[in-house]
């Protein structure tokens, strides 16, 4: 008999109608003859009720209590849930997630899954029951209740989908599918009718609400389908899968994150260690860390910029202040009042005039670009926070995301893994969330120019990219510090068989633009380690840094993606670094 998991975000469980509509779809699925999970989210706004209460009380409310708080949420709605199921005249029972046996790591309010116990579970549905899962909450090793982090239930049907080789895991909200972009900021996004993991993984992380983007590692690591649909409809919604859309698309999607802080340390000493000491200190307060700029400064001092959800401003503010002291670095700067704009498409790796597009539409909407961030399948920038959604515009018209593709792959099947039986061990480790690293690379064929001096004004970057794009060339890794004393500096790596062509076309750029002194590099190595979830495993870039500081070696540049993390440094450095990486992540390859 197939098994079918069904997760109720909030909106589609808000008032006693609605939990009565999603039992009868839950008993509906089950007379069709299939097994029925639900996974159940707090009642409408529940969720931001509790928070805000808890505020009135303490504006540092401990993280258990937080906790503890919390989960009553989606307890009411299982609750509710499993009563409106009994009425209709089905066999429901509603479990907590300590009842069901979720166990996680004890990091308060963003808990990562180790294991699960399926035995319950299993059994109940044999016996025809429909069970009811509480979303987002957990309980750690001293039985203490731990949540998952905001917008969590995803995780925990994605989860449970997968420890119970579920045949389809359905994401049941008010939205009927995924979209190119948030419909609610722009109406003229298009739904697709299919996502591939690693751009919705790269989308959820980068803003797009619509699912938690942990949910998303697990359908990738265990092959679960994921339907994301209306609860008000029944029309087909959105299928998460291995393959995209249209593959050549370059960009498939783009998100927004509205509230953002920017942070910058300046006058670090340009010493490997440096990332070390301040990352480690932002991790270990569960804090994520995106946009990395490192820029060599003058005299040996380097500036390094980074964001972080402005919700996590204070927490690292403290880290960073404890680094600012150690290091001896000059001083910090932050900024709460910027939104990042990312685009993403698998189809980006392979394509030039990705970028430069990007750009030119910013500059064209008047868009000042603060910071700018690439990886292989994404480009970030950070924008000043009233121009977010203009940008957000601009960049969704530029790349036509509305218009339906026009070759797309054939409809995704939604077969599950034929194994299992693998399957069935995996759900028995410990250590579901647990870090995966596929591999670490080095590679040596790029070579890095460098624009000192970049005016605070629209337009550079589009020119810039432009001007490389139009003689052919291939641009890999670009980053752009904060624009700070009103000057930026701009990094970006091109094949170092390009590197004469495009030192000589950026030099006479940089003039015109009145930039300073180009300066470029043959000799890098770009050190990368690939997985699944890397930004939000905050450990990832930290593990590198220990490994490369402890090898004596200074990283240079920076990028992250949730699958890879890149860093740059000096192309002499470029084995020892491999080396030293394949050590610190001899234990996790997989
Ligand atoms: P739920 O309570 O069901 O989990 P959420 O509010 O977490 O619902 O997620 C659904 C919301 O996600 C939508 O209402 C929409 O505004 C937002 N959203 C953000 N990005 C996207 C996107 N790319 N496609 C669809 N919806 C999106
Ligand atoms: N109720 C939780 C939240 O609002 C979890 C969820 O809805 O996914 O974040
Ligand atoms: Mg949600």
């Known amino acids: 008999m197939s098994l079918v998991v069904q997760k109720f975000g909030g909106t589609s469980v808000a008032d006693s109608q609605k939990i009565l509509a999603a039992a009868r779809k839950a008993i509906r699925t089950q007379q069709a003859g299939n097994q029925v999970l639900m996974v159940v989210s707090a009642m409408g706004k529940n969720t931001d009720v509790l928070v805000d209460l808890a505020a009135e009380i303490t504006d540092r409310p401990p993280a258990r209590e937080m906790d503890m708080l919390l989960s009553t949420g989606e307890q009411v709605s299982v609750a509710l849930m499993a009563m409106a199921i009994q009425s209709l005249g089905a066999k429901a029972i509603s479990l907590t997630g300590g009842q069901i046996g979720i166990r996680t790591d004890s990091t308060h309010t963003k808990a990562r899954i180790k294991s699960i116990s399926t035995e319950r579970m299993r059994s109940l549905l044999d016996e025809g029951y429909i069970v009811i899962a509480a979303g987002f909450q957990g309980i750690d090793e001293d039985l203490n209740i731990t949540t998952l982090g905001r917008g969590g239930s995803d995780t925990t049907a994605v989860a449970l989908a997968a420890v119970l080789d579920a045949d389809t895991c359905e994401i049941y909200t008010d939205v009927d599918g995924v979209y190119t972009t948030d419909p609610r900021l722009l109406p003229a996004a298009r739904k697709m009718r299919q996502v591939s993991y690693d751009e919705m993984l790269e989308l959820s992380s980068l803003g797009a609400g619509v699912m938690h983007s942990r949910a998303i590692e697990f359908g990738k690591k265990f092959a679960v389908p994921i339907h994301v649909r209306s609860s008000f409809t029944d029309i087909p919604g959105t299928m998460i899968v291995a393959d995209p859309e249209a593959p050549d698309l370059s960009v498939s999607g783009a998100a927004l994150v509205k509230d953002e802080a920017l942070v910058t340390l300046s006058g670090v000493p340009d010493t490997p260690g440096t990332s070390l000491t301040l990352f480690s200190k932002i991790a270990s307060r569960a804090v994520a860390v995106d946009m990395i700029v490192q820029n060599v400064g003058a005299a040996g001092l380097a500036d390094i910029s980074f964001t972080v959800p402005r919700d996590d401003l204070r927490a690292t503010r403290e880290a960073v202040e404890e680094a600012r002291v150690e290091l001896g670095a000059a001083r910090c700067i932050e900024r709460d009042d910027v939104s990042k704009v990312s685009v993403v498409g698998l189809g980006m790796a392979r394509q030039t005039g990705v970028a430069d597009r990007m750009f030119r539409a910013l500059a064209e909407a008047g868009v000042n670009i603060l910071m700018i961030a690439t990886s292989e399948i994404k480009i970030s920038v950070l924008v000043n926070r009233d121009q977010g959604a203009d940008a957000l515009r601009a960049v969704h018209r530029a790349f036509v995301l509305e218009r339906e593709p026009a070759q797309k792959v ?152 949730e699958v890879r993390v890149n860093v740059v440094v000096d192309g002499k450095q470029g084995p020892p670094g491999l080396k030293a990486l394949q050590a610190a992540f001899a234990d996790v390859l997989g």
Do not use: W, Y
């Not at 589009?462 to 794009?469: D, M, Q, T």
């Open 410 to 561: 054939a409809s995704a099947t939604s077969a599950k893994l034929a194994q299992s039986d693998a399957l069935e061990i995996v759900a028995h480790l410990q250590g579901m969330e647990d870090l995966t690293i596929t591999e670490v690379a080095l590679d040596e064929s790029q070579a890095r120019v460098t624009i000192a001096g970049v005016p605070d004004r629209p337009g550079i970057a589009a020119r810039v990219f432009e001007g490389i794009a139009a003689g052919g060339q291939f641009v890999d890794m670009i980053v752009q510090s904060i624009g700070h004393e009103e000057q930026a500096s701009m990094s970006f790596t091109v094949p170092r068989g390009d590197l004469d062509k495009a030192m000589a076309l950026v030099t006479g750029l940089a003039k015109e633009l009145g930039c300073g002194a180009v300066s470029g590099s043959p000799r890098i190595a770009k050190l990368s380690v690939s997985g699944v979830g890397l930004r939000s495993h905050t450990d990832v870039a930290i593990r590198m840094f220990r490994a490369l500081a402890g090898a004596g070696i200074n990283v240079e540049m920076i990028n992250t993606s």
